[in-house]
């Protein structure tokens, strides 16, 4: 059974910085996109940012200053590093696979399988 498992999350100070962990197991897969993306109380999930098996990275306008997106194919692993943590940033923050994708979509839509959720606190 394929999961993906976040890990990192956790309260910081605004300005602080925090690594969440995305790993996937039970299943190789091929030509993936693995994407991060949060969800506040009340609001709608949106993402944040993905990484195609190229290499290549996207991001959403509120976070590309501040946040970077990387991946280990061969450990089918992808970290998001975010720096520079404002309150707005918290969030329950999820990692998603697109499967036979080479190119990164911004619709969770698009998105195969996801994680079960971290939990990002900016607070002081």
């Known amino acids: 059974q394929v999961r993906l498992v976040e890990s990192g999350g956790g309260l910081v100070q605004p300005g602080g910085s925090l690594t969440l962990s995305c790993v996937a197991s039970?299943?190789?897969?091929?030509?993936?996109?693995m994407a991060w993306f949060r969800q506040a109380p009340g609001k709608e999930r949106e993402f944040v940012a993905a990484?195609?098996?190229?290499?290549?990275?996207a991001y959403s306008n509120s976070v590309e200053d501040r946040f970077s997106i990387s991946r280990h194919n061969g450990k089918d692993t992808a970290w998001l590093q975010m720096d520079s943590l404002r309150p707005e940033d918290t969030a329950v923050y999820y990692c998603?696979?697109?499967?036979?994708?080479?190119?990164?979509?911004?619709?969770?839509?698009?998105?195969?399988?996801w994680g079960q959720g971290t939990q990002v606190t900016v607070s002081s």
């Open positions: 990484v195609s098996g190229s290499g290549n990275t």
């Open positions: 039970g299943q190789t897969f091929d030509r993936y996109v």
């Open positions: 998603a696979v697109e499967n036979f994708a080479a190119r990164i979509s911004y619709g969770a839509n698009r998105y195969d399988l």
